[in-house]
């Protein structure tokens, strides 16, 4: 009996001090998990403050107590506590792909924090700014914004994706701003996950989300409201010193020319290079014209914040649109397919006005070609009075008399345009090249008649 209490004792013992070694592993205790400023988890979590990345990565904005992962306590070969990842959960994980990015981006490697959105089985699509799973659409209350998910280089649109064995489909609530599953990250193994927050037990964030109920209105509709994204497009040249854009409708109806049929070929080129029908066309066949004029097409489904932030990230097109000779603007948003995946394009045509400045000793000489044109005009009219001579080279000379005429006319208007610092006209440029043999057709026939 006294070795049977001793035995017992010994027992409790080992299973006191392992239940106390397990617990704090088992997800009964939790943890603080430090959240950075980069804002992908937002609105559930905010937004750090300032534009710099690398800054808002070094911010702490939340700090939730989550489970530790996996949760359990296993007691002579029995689970008493276990918890398998659910849809909705917000999981902090990493592996050596999260650490590759977080020391490209902080220089220390960080763990990431995302919501699991699907678990193994799951065949997931994302299509017109939506998440489907399992041949459904979901409606995500807790996302930045409605019908805002894209893909990436992991996972594009329109095409889907089963999960395997042991790997979990990872985003941010904040789509457009969030390196996940879709991107670099790329599948979470569950081995990667250390901290879980189950669904049910984030109800202290509920009230940050939104009423997601009506999402599925929005599906095939433009997002892009066209007017707002001009006054912050003007904001930002206002303050960069520059004009703000006039809205000009002829510039709007070419852009729809140009999404129109950048839909049709999948060509976003400015050369056209598949269909051949150039900005250019697109603007002769509504009736407008200009001097500089420019094209942004692009594909996604951007608001008007979302359009500019993304256009002024890149030096490139940031550059494009600031520039000082644009004064006029038109905007199309089109919806349609591109491989039979359902896309929002957005055209933007853009035109100005640069004066020509032409060189004053260009203008001098073609002022001083009219002045001579005119001086010898009355000397070959007066040989038509004399009728021997006409009646002989009466083709020759009429044929001298109307290129005579006919330049004078081109070039009074070529010398008043360039004395005004106006654009000749494509016509009229034609004129400037065909002067040329003009000139030298009206030398050959004088030649030939003095000679007589």
């Keep these: 009996m006294y070795f049977l209490k001793k035995i017992l004792g010994f027992l409790l013992l080992i299973s006191v001090f ?13 943890q603080t998990i430090q959240i950075s400023g980069t804002g992908s988890m937002f609105p559930t979590f905010p937004k750090g403050t300032g534009t710099d990345s690398a800054q808002l990565v070094t911010q702490t904005v939340a700090s939730p107590s989550m489970h530790p992962y996996p949760g359990k306590i296993t007691l002579f070969g029995k689970e008493l506590y276990s918890y398998q990842i659910k849809r909705g959960d917000i999981v902090s994980f990493s592996n050596p792909q999260t650490d590759t990015i977080s020391k490209r981006e902080s220089q220390e490697p960080v763990g990431f924090v995302k919501r699991v959105v699907g ?51 990872v985003m941010g609530d904040n789509r457009k701003g969030s390196n996940d599953s879709r991107h670099e990250v790329g599948l979470v193994l569950e081995s990667d996950i250390d901290a879980v927050l189950p669904y049910p037990e984030q109800k202290s964030y509920f009230h940050l989300w939104r009423d ?16 707002k994204y001009l006054e912050l497009l003007n904001q930002k040249r206002k303050d960069n010193g520059l004009p703000a854009l006039k809205y000009q409708k002829k ?88 491989n039979n995946c359902p896309v ?60 005579i005429d006919l330049r004078i006319s081109r070039l009074e208007t070529i010398v008043a345009k360039m004395q005004s610092n106006r654009w000749l006209t494509d016509a009229e440029e034609v004129w400037v090249k065909e002067d040329v043999s003009l000139g030298k057709q009206l030398e050959s026939l004088a030649q030939k008649l003095n000679a007589q």
């Design 344 to 403: 929002q394009v957005v055209v933007q045509h853009l035109a100005g006005y640069v004066p020509p400045n032409y060189d004053q000793k260009l203008i001098a000489s073609w002022q001083s070609a009219l002045d001579n044109l005119r001086t010898i005009r009355p000397g070959w009219d007066v040989a038509k009075k004399y009728p021997d001579f006409y009646n002989a080279h009466k083709s020759d000379l009429d044929e001298i008399l109307r290129i």
């Design 251 to 338: 510039l709007e109806l070419s852009a729809k020319k140009r999404a129109d049929i950048i839909l049709k070929y999948n060509d976003f080129s400015f050369e056209a290079t598949k269909s051949g029908y150039t900005m250019a066309k697109a603007m002769n066949d509504v009736g407008y014209s200009n001097i500089v004029w420019g094209e942004a097409p692009t594909t996604g489904y951007y608001d008007a914040q979302e359009l500019i932030e993304n256009y002024f990230q890149f030096p490139d097109s940031k550059k494009f649109l600031l520039q000082k000779d644009f004064q006029e603007t038109g905007i199309a948003v089109v919806m349609g397919k591109i």
């Design 119 to 169: 678990i193994p089985g799951d065949q997931l699509e994302i299509k017109d700014g939506f998440l489907w799973i399992n041949g459904q659409r979901q409606l995500e209350n807790y996302i930045a914004s409605p019908r805002s998910t894209f893909g990436g280089e992991f996972l594009a649109d329109c095409h889907a994706l089963t999960l395997p064995e042991n790997s979990f489909f």
């Design 18 to 30: 392992y239940v106390f070694y397990s617990v704090p592993r088992s997800g009964l205790v939790r």
């Design 212 to 227: 997601a109920s009506h999402d599925d209105q929005l599906a095939n509709l433009p997002l892009l409201d066209s007017q």
